[in-house]
């Protein structure tokens, strides 16, 4: 199988889902039985700990709370699901997390559910977005403190998505 993350952009979100789960029946064994990815999904672990703790920290988890609760709102929008491929939903999978069946909320992203984002490996773009709000909210040394602790997230985040693949590429056909 020729895993091209890229090619399967265009498919509605529900369809790059079904790719996922079917790529983990066929290659998650394998995957998790792979040190590379072990020590890959370990440190993600880790980091996104850290990003979570650092989000409560530094204001951010009360700032959305209060964004969501008294001003209509989460800016999780309908259509930024389409970000996401085949291979960054498997790596949900194996750390785990399973996948929704249906969008909550018609104008909200596909994974936005009660208690938040429903995923637990996220697109860099929802792990490094900070609105104007967050942003004026926050003293620069924060500001530079928190995006240290996310850009670790999004490097693992990228080597896992290029290890994983890597590894599908050669053993799944
Ligand atoms: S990131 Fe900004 S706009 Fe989005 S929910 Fe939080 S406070 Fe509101
Ligand atoms: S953080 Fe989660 S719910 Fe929000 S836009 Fe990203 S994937 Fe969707």
């Keep these: 199988m020729n895993i091209n993350a890229s090619s399967a952009s265009s498919l509605p979100i529900e369809e790059k889902i079904r790719y996922a789960r079917e790529l983990f029946d066929r290659g998650g064994e394998t995957l998790l039985r792979e040190p590379s990815v072990t020590k890959l999904l370990a ?65 909200s992203c596909f994974f936005l559910g009660e208690n ?35 850009g670790e997230e999004m490097d693992t985040i990228f080597l896992l998505h290029e290890t994983v693949k890597k590894i599908l590429n050669k053993n799944i056909r």
Aim: glycine share 6%.
């Design 43 to 107: 440190i993600l672990d880790r980091n996104i700990a850290a990003s979570q703790e650092a989000m409560v920290r530094f204001g951010i988890v009360d700032a959305c709370r209060h964004c969501e609760e008294e001003e209509g709102g989460s800016c999780c929008g309908a259509g930024i699901e389409n970000r996401y491929n085949p291979i960054l939903l498997l790596m949900n999978l194996l750390m785990s997390r399973d996948l929704p069946e249906k969008r909550q909320w018609e104008n």
């Design 116 to 150: 938040g984002c429903r995923l637990k490996a996220r697109h860099i773009l929802c792990i490094n977005y900070l609105c104007l709000r967050v942003q004026k909210m926050l003293p620069p040394n924060d500001l530079i403190a928190l995006q240290t602790i996310t």
